[in-house]
């Protein structure tokens, strides 16, 4: 789906290859594929046509950037908007003046509430805070059982209800109990409701009144569709929201919804939940939240670090061999620490549309980058750039020297055959200029 | 019939004026109206950017009582293909095996629980099988959902290997002469590939036991979800064959309409839908209804 996302925008862009001024014309063509962009992600219809109207009114009759095509200018105003409307600055919990800060969790059922307290009281418990849990949910069977269970393996204490007693009454309890104990945190977990719940959602206003939460967190899961907006305002109106988590992040869900939910309620989204691990949580990045929804991989920033990291004389350099077919190991060790210098492998990988269109064993990470290198260094310069001598004695002494095994190396050489022959191919099409990165223009 | 009134109740004030436009734009015999505001209504019900068009396209250029032309092509979509033939919910063996699959927290244990239920009620005996030995309190879920539809539970303790608690599972259940077994599984996002080699390993094992198991496999979908639901009826479908999908929290305001996106591109039956947290809130689907509350 991003593939097929980030193609088409490329398709559009391609139509902008003019210089000078963003017209009307052009302008309008591009955001017809944003628009599509961002409703296949699921932004909630009325947002997406009043972010483009913003968007088309900030891009007309912008000058252009000698550097760039009109076509990534374009990317780069909808891509600066859509992180600034998710939120520029990292919107941290807010501690009370007075221990225990009290965060109260609500949302609709199976948004993640549980897995997020338990997250959540992971990460201060790893700072050395004393953390209690409140079992607020006293209707789904085992939910109690369910946090009690991840209490015990992350090391917290935990309130439960006693037979018939009530949320706000439970939590109540616990609060007082949590002060006493000197615990410098209370997360409040309570049943999943939904938003029309009229009994319901009066039950999570007594609890919100009793329990006075410093901090009250609406858990989102990140697929939501056109909904979200119709829950968070629910909600917001019911309970004063502080901000936002969005779960279930790990998926392939663009996450359209943050933009929703931003865009209609004004708050915050805080924390997004990556995995079923009590470890699995992560700090809200707009720049990043802004390039998963557009499904596009983050172009602007490609550019921009391109520009800044990689050595051009080195680029042309290893352009032109590669054009002539001259690609050795010592060429591929050469580009794989430009790649280095320009950030984790995942990331640039992130960057870079159609990347996931890469052969399967080429996706390769960080750690195996590092023992492609120690592969690479283990060879003879004559090796380096006469592959073929690599008979099996001399794979085993490689694999010995850069402590690997022999089954790496081979993979490594295979991988190189591969790029040299994707080269080829590509060589082919781009014709003399040899450009390696214009997908996106 | 009346399974989608809160589903009016609760909706924003926005659609209803929506709706009424459209009432009027489909009269109007106004094509430029009619795309925008269909869209719009489309759009809203999360039915999807493509789905939405499809739709739109085989109706403003055609002739006749375009509502009913367009309630007649979205009932030709979620009627059509494997949707054709009536569902029986007929069990065809002893026992009859039923696998349900899904994403965290989209309903499926709460399913096998109305499921169990449902039967019982019919007389059937019913064992519900612990898939889910990786959530905290998972299997204790499951075992209370037993005790509400007074049917049997198998389990093993929590870490255990799930493809083994299925196949244990069906052992005792053709030992024990059950008519049916529903396998609950744990929750698991479709792009993990490690996890979904788990749910076919499950599937392979029980056809260890005779390749008619399982009967039928389910996919849980959440109605509050938007397009992901076409990644997760694809990747699903790859990895354990479905045979239909069953949409929970339908009871809200969500309107579900990613199952028309999903019934475009996979051809799989709606064959329950859930209404509630309740033990009877599971309703056969009815494609009318659906399709009213998505336009109403
Ligand atoms: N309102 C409503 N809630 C539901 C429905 N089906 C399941 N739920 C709730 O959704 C939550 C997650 O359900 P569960 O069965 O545990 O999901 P699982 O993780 O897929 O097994 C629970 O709180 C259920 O009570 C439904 O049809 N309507
Ligand atoms: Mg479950």
């Known amino acids: 789906m991003f593939e097929e996302i980030s193609s088409k925008l490329d398709a559009a862009f391609k139509k902008l290859r003019g210089r000078g001024k963003l017209n009307e014309k052009d302008v309008t063509a591009g955001l017809r594929e944003i628009r599509l962009a961002l409703l296949e992600a699921d932004v909630h219809f009325k947002v997406v046509k009043e972010f483009l109207a913003n968007v088309k009114e900030r891009a007309v009759g912008q000058e252009v950037l000698d550097s760039i095509s009109p076509g990534q200018q374009l990317v780069k105003i909808v891509n600066d908007e859509l992180v600034k409307l998710l939120g520029g600055q990292r919107a941290p919990i807010r501690l009370a003046s007075q221990p225990p800060t009290v965060v109260l969790l609500a949302g609709l059922q199976g948004s993640g509430k549980t897995t997020f307290a338990a997250k959540l009281a992971q990460r201060y418990i790893k700072r050395d805070k004393r953390v209690h849990l409140v079992a607020g949910d006293i209707y789904r069977p085992a939910a109690a059982d369910q946090l009690e269970q991840l209490a015990k393996q992350i090391g917290a204490s935990i309130t439960r209800g006693e037979e018939g007693e009530l949320p706000d009454s439970i939590a109540a309890r616990a609060i007082k109990k949590a002060a006493g104990d000197l615990q410098d945190l209370v997360i409040v977990d309570t049943a999943g409701r939904l938003h029309v719940d009229e009994d319901l959602m009066k039950e999570i206003e007594r609890v919100h009144a009793v329990a006075k939460p410093d901090e009250t967190l609406l858990v989102v899961d990140g697929m939501t569709g056109q909904d979200a907006v119709n829950v968070a305002t629910s909600f917001q109106e019911r309970i004063a929201i502080d901000g936002f988590v969005l779960t279930k992040m790990d998926g392939d869900a663009r996450g359209g919804a943050a933009l929703s939910i931003r865009h209609v309620t004004g708050k915050p989204i805080k924390f997004v939940g990556t995995g079923e691990g009590v470890d699995a949580l992560e700090d809200f990045h707009p720049d990043r939240m802004a390039n998963r929804i557009l499904g596009m991989g983050d172009v602007v920033g490609l550019v921009e670090k391109a520009a800044q990291s990689v050595d051009m004389e080195k680029a042309a350099h290893l352009a032109d061999r590669m054009r002539r077919q001259q690609f050795t190991l010592d060429d591929f060790a050469d580009q794989l620490s430009q790649l280095k210098k ?31 290198e120690a592969i690479i260094s283990s060879m003879t310069p004559l090796e380096r750039s006469e592959p073929v001598i690599l008979n099996g004695s001399r794979r085993k002494r490689i694999a010995r020297g850069s402590g690997t095994s022999v089954q790496e190396v081979n993979q490594l ?29 | 019939m009346s399974f989608f009134k809160n589903l009016r109740a609760g909706l924003a004030k ?111 005996r019913v064992i519900l099988a612990a898939g889910d030995t990786y959530r905290a309190a998972a299997i204790e879920q499951l075992a209370v959902w037993a005790k509400r539809a007074d049917v049997e539970v198998i389990s093993q303790e929590r870490g255990s290997d799930a493809a083994s608690v299925a196949y244990d599972a069906l052992t005792a259940a053709i030992a024990r002469g059950a008519d049916l077994l529903i396998v609950d599984t744990a929750g698991r996002l479709q792009n993990r590939s490690n996890l979904m080699e788990e749910l076919a390993k499950i599937r392979r094992v029980l056809k260890k036991h005779g390749e008619e198991y399982p009967h039928e496999t389910f996919l849980v979908l959440d109605a509050t979800i938007g397009q992901n639901a076409l990644s997760q009826a694809k990747l699903f479908h790859e990895a354990v ?56």
Not at chain 1, 424 to 429: E, R, V
Not at chain 2, 98 to 122: E, P, R
């Open chain 1, 342 to 372: 320009m950030g984790p492998l995942d990331q640039i990988m992130g960057m870079i549309p159609g990347a996931a269109k890469m052969p399967k064993g080429m996706k390769v990470d960080d750690k195996a980058m590092g023992r492609t």
């Open chain 2, 241 to 296: 064959a479905l045979d239909g999908l069953i949409v929970t929290k339908l009871d809200g305001t969500a309107k579900g309409g990613m199952i028309l996106a999903v019934r475009q591109e996979v051809d799989l039956p709606v064959r329950y839908v859930g209404v509630g947290e309740g033990i009877d809130d599971l309703m056969p689907f009815a494609p009318e209804d659906f399709v009213k509350a998505l336009l109403d």
């Open chain 2, 14 to 124: 926005t659609r209803d004026g929506l709706v009424s436009s459209l009432k009027k734009a489909v009269q109007k015999d106004n094509n430029e109206d009619l795309r925008e505001t269909l869209e719009e209504v489309l759009i809203m019900g999360d039915v999807g950017v493509h789905a939405a068009d499809r739709i739109i396209e085989s109706i403003a250029g055609r002739e006749g009582d375009r509502w009913e032309l367009l309630q007649q092509e979205m009932l030709a979509i979620l009627g059509g293909g494997n949707g054709a033939e009536p569902y029986t919910a007929e069990l065809r063996g002893k026992p009859h095996v039923i696998l349900l699959v899904g994403t965290n927290g989209s309903g499926k244990t709460t399913t096998a629980g109305k499921l169990a239920a449902k039967y019982a009620a019919q007389g059937k």
């Open chain 1, 413 to 441: 050489l295979k991988q190189f055959d591969m790029i040299k022959k994707m080269m080829k191919k590509m060589g082919g099409k781009r014709g003399k200029k040899g450009r390696m990165t214009p997908r996106f223009q």
